[in-house]
C-alpha cells in the first residue's frame, strides 16, 4: 500500500514539475518573441541604411569622399550583418523553447489520469494511516474532526446565506415599488381621484403603494426566518444584524391599518420607504459578512486538507 502511494506521488511529483517547467517556458517565449520583434525592427533600419547608402551620389570626384563613403558602407553592412545573425539566432532560441513545451504538452495530456490515481491512492493510504494506534494516526484523526466541524459550520452559513438573499429579494421587490415620489397629499378614497389628476398617473401609484402592502407580511416572515438561521452562526443575531423582526412587523402593519383613513399620508409613505432602505442596507452588508465567513472556513479547510497530506508524505521521507 505504501509503495502503491509512493509510486502515485512520484508520478504527480514529475507532473506537477513539468507544469512550472510549462509556465516558465510560456512567460520565457512570450519575453523572447517581444525581443524577437525588436530585433526586427533593427535589422529593417540597417537594412534599410545601407540601401539609403547605396544610393546616395557622392559630391565631386575627391578619393577622399569615395574612400569615406566605402569606409560608411561597410560599417553600415557589418551593423546589418551582425542584426540579421542575432534575429536568427534568436528564432532559433524560440524553437527550441517551443519544441520543449510541445514535448511537455504531450506529457501533460496524462496529469488528469495521474491526479486521478494519486487522489485514489492518498485516500487509501490515509484511511490505513488513522487506523493505526500512533502518534500519526491520532493527527489525522483529529484533523478530520476539524474539517468534520468546519463543514458542519460551512452549512449553517450557507443556509443562513440563502434565507437572507431571499429575504432580500423580498425587501427589493417592495423597495421598487416606493421608490418614486407620491404626490397625493392624503390616502386613495374607494377610487376617487383628486382634482387636477390624471387618473391613470394617480392609480398607477396606488397601485404601486399597493404592492408594497401586498409583499409586507412575506418580508417579515422572510426577514424573521433569515434571523433564525443567522441564530445557528451568530449567538445573538437579532443585535448582530441590529434589526428586530417583531418590531418591522409591527411597524409595517401600523402603517397599511391605518394610511387609508388617514388624510395626510405621504410622511407615512416616506417613513416606510426609509425603514425598508435601512433594512436593505442593513441585508446587504450582512450578506457581504456571510461571504467573507465562507471563504475563511473554505481556506481553514484546505489549510488542514493540507497539513494531513504533508503528514502523510512526512511519514515516506
Not at 54 to 63: A, C, P, R, S, T
Amino acid at each position: 500500500m505504501q509503495d502503491s502511494f509512493k509510486q502515485a506521488l512520484e508520478a504527480k511529483n514529475s507532473m506537477d514539475q513539468a507544469q512550472r517547467r510549462l509556465k516558465f517556458l510560456n512567460e520565457e517565449i512570450y519575453r523572447s518573441n517581444q525581443g524577437l520583434e525588436m530585433l526586427a525592427n533593427t535589422v529593417d533600419k540597417e537594412y534599410l541604411d545601407v540601401q539609403e547608402l547605396e544610393e546616395k551620389k557622392v559630391v565631386g570626384f575627391l578619393k577622399k569622399h569615395k574612400r569615406e563613403k566605402e569606409e560608411k558602407l561597410e560599417k553600415e553592412k557589418q551593423e546589418y550583418l551582425d542584426a540579421v545573425l542575432r534575429y536568427n539566432q534568436a528564432v532559433k532560441e524560440i524553437e527550441l523553447l517551443e519544441f520543449e513545451r510541445n514535448v511537455l504538452l504531450d506529457k501533460l495530456l496524462k496529469r488528469p489520469e495521474i491526479e486521478k490515481k494519486y487522489k485514489k491512492e492518498l485516500k487509501v493510504y490515509e484511511a490505513s494511516l488513522k487506523e493505526e494506534d500512533s502518534k500519526l494516526g491520532e493527527a489525522l484523526r483529529k484533523i478530520d474532526q476539524q474539517i468534520v466541524n468546519i463543514h458542519l459550520k460551512k452549512k449553517e452559513i450557507l443556509e443562513a446565506h440563502t434565507a437572507g438573499k431571499k429575504c432580500l429579494e423580498t425587501f427589493w421587490l417592495i423597495e421598487q415599488h416606493l421608490n418614486s415620489k407620491f404626490r397625493p397629499e392624503y390616502a386613495p378614497d374607494h377610487g376617487f381621484v383628486p382634482p387636477g389628476w390624471n387618473p391613470i398617473e394617480y392609480f398607477s401609484q396606488i397601485g404601486r403603494l399597493e404592492k408594497a402592502r401586498s409583499k409586507l407580511p412575506e418580508a417579515s416572515k422572510r426577514l424573521k426566518w433569515f434571523i433564525e438561521q443567522l441564530g445557528d452562526v451568530y449567538s445573538d443575531p437579532e443585535t448582530f444584524l441590529g434589526i428586530k423582526s417583531h418590531e418591522f412587523k409591527r411597524f409595517s402593519d401600523y402603517f397599511f391599518e391605518s394610511y387609508i383613513a388617514d388624510w395626510r399620508f405621504r410622511d407615512r409613505i416616506n417613513q416606510l420607504h426609509q425603514e425598508i432602505t435601512r433594512i436593505i442596507r442593513i441585508l446587504e452588508s450582512t450578506m457581504e459578512v456571510l461571504r467573507r465567513e465562507l471563504e475563511k472556513e473554505e481556506k481553514k479547510s484546505e489549510a488542514l486538507e493540507e497539513e494531513k497530506t504533508t503528514l502523510i508524505r512526512m511519514k515516506l521521507e
